[in-house]
């Protein structure tokens, strides 16, 4: 029987009673489907993964992306990505939402944790959706104007010259996204992946989204899993 365990006011859920080495059936994917549309952000305890179960399990979800860092990629299974010390794949450490230097950007990110270190390694999620509803309207509605120009992060110096080329063209984004399913709207930027905000210079537009970022991300809509 699938359980959904909310676990924050503001988002996040625990979801029990399923075996993710299993198939899943129309019905567990559509409520599962729902309950990331609804939480925004869903975990699973206790499931032990090949990477072919595991990229069966992203699939309840969409199809999967093939991530534009090749040198991380899993060897065989290039549809999962390492995040690996010992490859110098490093975790991020700023706010940030997944490949927005995508021109159709990921409908969720998938973390599974094979080895982790004995402190730290925890993971937090902001609902951007309260984040928006957070600010003043005449800031919203300036919000709802403005689009992003998107690239590869700069600080990755072992990005391939391929993966440049194929992933490294501008693409361009609003600030405020509407979720297919929900029908909410998000405050959505990646900022270093933002090259500029159209009309601003780089500088300004780093300032304003730093700010941004400062003024949203509260306690009350940030989600920190150990």
Same mark, same amino acid.
């Given at each position: ?29 559509? %409520?599962?489907? !729902? /309950?990331?549309?609804?939480? $925004?952000?869903? #975990? ?6 090949? @990477? ?84 003043? %309207?005449?800031? !919203? /509605?300036?919000?709802?104007? $403005?689009?992003? #120009? ?6 990755? @110096? ?69």
């Amino acid at each position: 029987m699938l359980r959904i365990h909310p676990l924050h006011p503001s988002l996040g859920a625990e979801i029990s009673g399923i075996d993710l080495s299993r198939p899943v059936d129309d019905a567990t994917r559509d %409520a599962l489907s !729902r /309950a990331l549309a609804e939480h $925004l952000a869903l #975990v699973f305890h206790d499931q032990s993964l090949t @990477p072919e179960q595991y990229l069966a399990t992203s699939e309840i979800f969409g199809p999967p992306m093939r991530q534009h860092y090749s040198q991380h990629l899993m060897p065989g299974f290039p549809d999962i990505g390492l995040v690996w010390h010992r490859n110098g794949q490093r975790p991020a450490e700023r706010w940030h939402t997944d490949h927005t230097n995508r021109e159709c950007p990921p409908a969720a990110t998938m973390l599974y944790g094979v080895e982790i270190p004995s402190a730290g390694g925890g993971t937090s999620v902001a609902n951007m959706r309260a984040a928006y509803e957070g600010l003043p %309207a005449q800031e !919203r /509605a300036r919000l709802d104007t $403005l689009r992003t #120009v998107n690239s590869l992060d700069d600080d990755h @110096p072992d990005t391939r010259a391929e993966d440049r080329e194929k992933y490294g063209k501008p693409i361009v984004h609003p600030m405020v996204r509407t979720h297919p399913v929900h029908g909410s709207r998000a405050v959505y930027f990646h900022i270093t992946k933002t090259k500029c905000i159209e009309g601003m210079t780089t500088e300004a537009s780093k300032t304003y989204m730093n700010d941004l970022l400062e003024r949203m991300i509260q306690p009350g809509i940030v989600y920190y899993h150990a």
